[in-house]
């Protein structure tokens, strides 16, 4: 029996949705994705996207993003931060009992909410605004979050380092040209970026001393000590190898550089199992607009390479070195190129 053409456009409404959704390469673009999708397949007129995150095991939500229904495509707009909040009582449940849960599905007052899961923990909530007692197809909505999820992961373990998780090279690559990218276009950034790059000092001595898995648990405390020392908001990478890189936003560049300090010393007085007590060098530069993701790297890494060859277990800021005459100028060195 042929399909009835109503049947029909739903399943090719549902099939192009599935295309655009698995064909994102960016957590966020996938999220906008989703959001789409159900504004259109649910027929709603609004769908919201929570972030979620656990502090001292506390959840916490903040609103990211909402789908409203249009004329043609649905049109998906970041929402303004409210900042990081507790659940709402009604939902307080979902963080404790149903955690591991991968089929719930809350009825809420404003319509439904979808728990989104990734590694094992919720990681974000979508809440359809379709009022309390909408007749839903709770399997296709099922089988839409599950195909998120699945997508979601795939990202995941393409952006981090397999060792530290934290965020890899390419991630780092994509990050850094798009933040590069949006600078340009701001007339005048409010807040100032840093770039830094961290080198373990004598790492090689580690590995030859103790075994390189005395020397890959030594990159795993480092990621650790990092992520428990710098801010939820700043961009911690592994570079490659004993190398780390971070993105900092900040006021100006004095809180980015106590930040970096304070992480040289706590790390000088930590005693790693084994290996006992180690150093690093941090080299920084300001992101300043106008500059090659390239220059800004060499510069950062022109900072370094001064921490290193001056005694190591430093930071050094490439812009104080220039000030300080302890190197040479990018502009002076571009004018003894060019001319
Ligand atoms: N265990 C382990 N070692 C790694 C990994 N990646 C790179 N390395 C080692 O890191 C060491 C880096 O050594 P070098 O580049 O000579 O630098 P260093 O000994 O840290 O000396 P300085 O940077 O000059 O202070 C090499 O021995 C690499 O084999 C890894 O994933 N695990």
């Known amino acids: 029996m042929p399909t009835p053409p109503a049947e029909q456009d739903e399943s090719k409404l549902l099939l192009d949705n599935l295309v655009e959704l698995t064909s994102q390469r960016e957590q966020e673009m996938l999220e906008s994705s989703l ?8 027929h709603v007129d609004r769908v919201e996207l929570f972030a979620c995150r656990r502090v001292n095991g506390s959840p916490y939500l903040c609103r990211r993003l909402e789908a409203l229904a249009a004329s043609g495509k649905p049109e998906v707009r970041e929402t303004p931060a409210d900042g990081w909040l507790p659940p709402s009582p009604f939902l307080r449940d979902l963080f404790s009992h149903a955690h591991h849960d991968n089929t719930a599905l809350l009825r809420i007052p404003s319509g439904l909410c979808l728990p989104l899961h990734c590694m094992g923990n919720i ?10 007692d909408a007749d839903v197809n709770r399997d296709m909505l099922l089988a839409m979050a599950r195909i998120h999820e699945n997508f979601l992961r795939l990202l995941f373990e393409a952006d981090r380092d397999m060792l ?6 390419r991630k780092f690559d994509l990050r850094f040209y798009n933040l590069i ?15 830094a790059l961290l080198d373990i000092d004598h790492f090689k001595q580690v ?20 992520q428990a020392s710098f801010r939820e908001e700043d961009g911690l990478f592994r570079y490659g190898g ?22 040289r010393a706590s790390v000088r007085r930590h005693v790693f ?20 993701p390239d220059q800004l790297l060499e510069q950062a890494d022109r900072a370094l390479y001064y921490a290193k060859s001056h005694g190591r277990d430093q930071v050094c800021g490439f812009e104080k070195l220039v000030a300080g005459g302890k190197l040479e100028s990018p502009l002076i060195a571009d004018q003894i190129d060019y001319f």
């Open 164 to 169: 530290t998780a934290l965020h890899n090279r």
């Open 123 to 132: 990681t974000s909530l979508v809440v359809i605004h379709c009022g309390p």
């Open 181 to 195: 990218a949006s600078l340009q276009h701001e007339a005048e950034s409010a807040a100032t970026h840093m770039l």
């Open 242 to 263: 004993e190398e780390f890189a971070l993105l900092l936003e900040c006021g100006d560049a004095e809180p980015a550089e106590v930040a970096l300090e304070r992480f």
């Open 273 to 292: 199992p084994q290996a006992g007590c180690i150093t690093i060098s941090i080299g920084y530069t300001r992101i300043t607009p106008g500059l090659l």
């Open 207 to 226: 590995n030859d001393r103790f075994g390189h898995m005395v020397g890959d648990e030594v990159l795993l405390l480092m990621a650790q000590l990092m």
């Open 35 to 42: 959001l789409s999708t159900l504004v259109e397949l649910m």
